[in-house]
């Protein structure tokens, strides 16, 4: 039955279906997202017990976060740290003492008895037990809410009389109460550092567009796992939050000119939130112990930052406890309907004209040194370092003066193990787009060639290699030195990528066996172990659909032929990591090694005609290297959406330098066209000339001998058949309907 069941299913999948192309969508889950762990309760026991309670301190003015770097608040679940407190509590306690009762005894909620038999009348008399009064609490949740609970003995005795007998007990099976205990612990907050109490909107440096400097928090559907709130849903609520600490405003007053302010820009790389959908903020009062809405906007498309300015006039938020939030209310089932926040300032001595914090600042991380890449095999790096330093390093700054603001040579310093190793200089007139100075408040983004002078040094051991890079660039006048300079990482490890390790979209072809070829341009000629892929949950979990890993030989540009491909029995699924860079690793069938050139393609024949999800990283366009066929690879489409698919190939370099591959896997792998068919079948990718075929049905029948490499099975019952090649050990499934 089961091979039936495949059977079934890979006909039904082979179906074409009239919607086919390439199709990008929202995000429904981001896994850059860190989740404040707590301990979690006893295994089987829903309790509170080993859980924290953090008490916050209370901050002062000014509070003010660009959020270039992390300010939210971390949560210890350390025992032994200073300060911690504990409270344990038990469930059943002695009604009068109010102490605990002992461990072992158990009871019952329902009336137990003494039931005495009297043979000579055959009738019995029930006595029933005289119950005691408990305090009972439930420890589902802190604190404990107790409530006097009448208990019986657990067991019912049985008499007989007439007869010489003993009395026989009769037990109750796990009687429902019993004696347990929870303890609460709590911890007191003391970091002044750390401005926001809750992780559910999330900080990053990729998903706004031109941001005034490095960092947002970008507000959508997903919870503060990363995961959709609601997915497959069309549901839309109030979703990610925002909220401070407590501050002390009981020193100022109205008079006091203390001012709120803030910037906010709707959709960037993400996706456009709807009219209906908003960003909103709120302002809470500690003696009303009340929220009240202060501000909101609806969705919008993408445009430059907005300002945000309230003055705080009321005497109801002059309290010690005042709060903010930010809430946004848009669709629940993934990253949508996005907003993105920045430069949160609360201050006094303010005006309304003061509406922007003055600065300079790197407004995105300085990238790959690399051309082409972001990472590539350290040993491929090694044995072919010339030319492959980046000469178009992209730097995007931001004047935020109101004046025109001199400019200055900026640097990017290259260091190993803390040890500085190189230096590149980036001229002052071409950060400033070609202009004397830095206009105000103007974002420039400039490129720069690092293709001469230090090279990544080669002479490093190891398979891999990591590389600190520091990217500094500033305008004179006095601002926040921090976003000054920008810090990132060159990584060199067993595999090729495009990307920078972060999703701003879903993206995949359509159709029933559409395909996805990425092409890459290896250093050298190699053998790939497999492929890194992050796939990502888009508003429908897809992680259930099917594809064959593939990898394709280069034909003019083009993806050729077919040098390797899953089984159609063994196909795969998309998997969702839940690591930080969100990749999981899909290695060839039975450890295969798949010889390569210099130019091949990697991705997957698909089986249904839903998009499969791919991150799709929108920083970096390679959109001229992403293929997709939807005719079975007659004819292959370049990708019109711009964008890196976040699909590496893995090498197998110095960690295996014998590939020793056997001679029947290098050999080239044939395609057979169409399948499924009902008339003429064509198989191609066979060099030389045709050696002949076999088609055997699933039980081992002879069907055809084939000479030829166009044949017809126009005369043959439907179902599936094997093709195998004569004198090799390649076969092939092919459907005839």
């Known amino acids: 039955m089961r091979i039936l069941a495949l059977l079934s ?40 017990d080993s859980t924290f309670i953090y008490v916050s301190d209370t901050l002062q003015l000014p509070l003010f976060d660009e959020f270039t770097v992390n300010h939210f608040q971390e949560y210890s679940n350390d025992y032994s740290a200073a300060g911690v407190t504990s409270d344990k509590k038990y469930r059943i306690l002695d009604n009068v003492t109010l102490q605990p009762v002992d461990n072992q005894l158990r009871l019952t909620g329902q009336a137990t008895f003494r039931r005495t038999y009297d043979l000579v009348s055959s009738t019995f008399i029930d006595e029933t037990f005289s119950s005691t009064s408990y305090q009972v609490g439930e420890l589902t949740s802190y604190p404990v809410v107790y409530a006097t609970t009448e208990l019986f003995p657990p067991y019912y005795i049985y008499d007989t009389i007439g007869a010489p007998d003993v009395s026989d007990t009769v037990w109750i099976t796990d009687p429902e109460f019993y004696q347990d205990s929870a303890t609460q612990f709590f911890m007191p907050l003391s970091d002044p550092n750390a401005f926001w109490l809750e992780q559910r909107a999330y900080h990053n440096y990729r998903f706004a567009v031109n941001p005034r400097s490095l960092g947002v928090v970008t507000f959508d559907g997903l919870d503060a796992d990363g995961y959709p709130y609601a997915i497959g849903t069309s549901s839309t609520s109030w979703a990610d939050v925002l909220t401070s600490k407590p501050l002390d405003l009981s020193p100022y007053n109205a008079g006091d000119s203390v001012y709120f302010s803030f910037l906010y820009q709707a959709e960037g790389l993400g996706d456009v939130p709807e009219p209906s959908d908003s960003l909103i903020l709120e302002f809470y009062a500690k003696d009303l112990d009340q929220w009240f809405r202060v501000w909101g906007d609806s969705g919008q ?54 509406t922007l914090f003055k600065d300079f600042a790197f407004s995105y991380p300085v990238g790959s040194l690399l051309k082409t890449y972001t990472s590539v095999p350290w040993d491929h790096f090694k044995n ?39 230096n590149f200089t980036l001229t002052a007139q071409t950060l400033s787009g070609g202009n004397i100075n830095y206009g105000p408040r103007t974002t420039y983004t400039s490129y720069h060639d690092l293709s001469g002078g230090y090279i990544f040094d080669v002479t490093k051991p190891g398979l891999q290699q990591e590389f600190d890079i520091l990217a500094s660039a500033s305008a004179q006048f006095p601002n926040l030195a921090i976003n000054d300079v920008s810090e990132n990482s060159q990584v060199f490890s067993n595999y090729y990528s495009y990307d920078d390790g972060t999703a701003e979209a879903a993206y995949g072809p359509t159709g029933s066996q559409a395909r996805l070829a990425m092409k890459y341009a290896a250093y050298e000629e190699d053998s790939l172990l497999g492929l890194k892929i992050h796939f990502v949950p888009s508003v429908n979990d897809v992680s259930g659909n099917l594809f064959l890993i593939t990898v394709w030989s ?102 295996d330098p014998t590939l020793d591959i056997p001679e029947d896997r290098r050999e080239a792998r044939l395609e057979i066209f169409p399948n499924p068919s009902n008339d003429i079948v064509t198989i191609r990718g066979f060099e030389g000339k045709f050696s002949g075929a076999q088609l055997y049905s699933l039980t081992g029948s002879l069907i055809l001998k084939l000479e030829e490499s166009v044949f017809s099975v126009s005369g043959i019952h439907p179902g599936m058949y094997i093709l195998k090649m004569t004198g090799s050990s390649q076969i092939h499934r092919l459907i005839i309907k």
């Open 9 to 48: 299913l890979f006909f039904l999948l082979h179906v074409n279906v009239l919607a086919q192309g390439e199709e990008v969508g929202p995000l429904t889950r981001n896994t850059d997202i860190l989740v404040n762990k707590k301990i979690s309760v006893k295994s089987g026991n829903q309790t509170f």
């Open 554 to 655: 280069s034909n003019g540009g083009l993806p050729g032929s077919v040098l390797y491909e899953d089984d159609v029995f063994f196909p795969r699924n998309p998997v969702y990591s839940n690591d930080r860079n969100g990749f999981v690793n899909y290695y060839f069938k039975d450890t295969l090694k798949v010889a390569v050139g210099t130019e091949f393609f990697v991705g997957w024949r698909q089986f249904d005609p839903e998009r499969l999800n791919v991150g799709l990283d929108r920083n970096l366009d390679n959109s001229d290297k992403t293929y997709y066929s939807v005719d079975n690879g007659i004819s292959w489409n370049q990708s019109l959406l711009p964008g890196s698919v976040m699909v590496r190939p893995i090498f197998s370099t110095s960690l």
């Open 301 to 354: 498309v993408t445009s430059e930052f907005k300002v945000g300015h309230i003055r705080l006039s009321e005497a109801k938020y002059f309290k010690k406890g005042f709060q903010f939030r930010f809430r946004n209310y848009g669709a629940l089932s993934g990253s949508l309907d996005h907003f993105h926040l920045d430069y949160v300032h609360l201050r006094t001595l303010s005006g309304y004209q003061d």
């Open 384 to 422: 072919n370092a010339a030319g492959k330093m980046n000469d178009q390093l992209e730097i995007t700054v931001h004047n935020g003066s109101n004046l025109t603001e001199n400019n200055q040579n900026g640097s990017v310093q290259v260091s190993y193990s803390g040890v500085p190793e190189g």
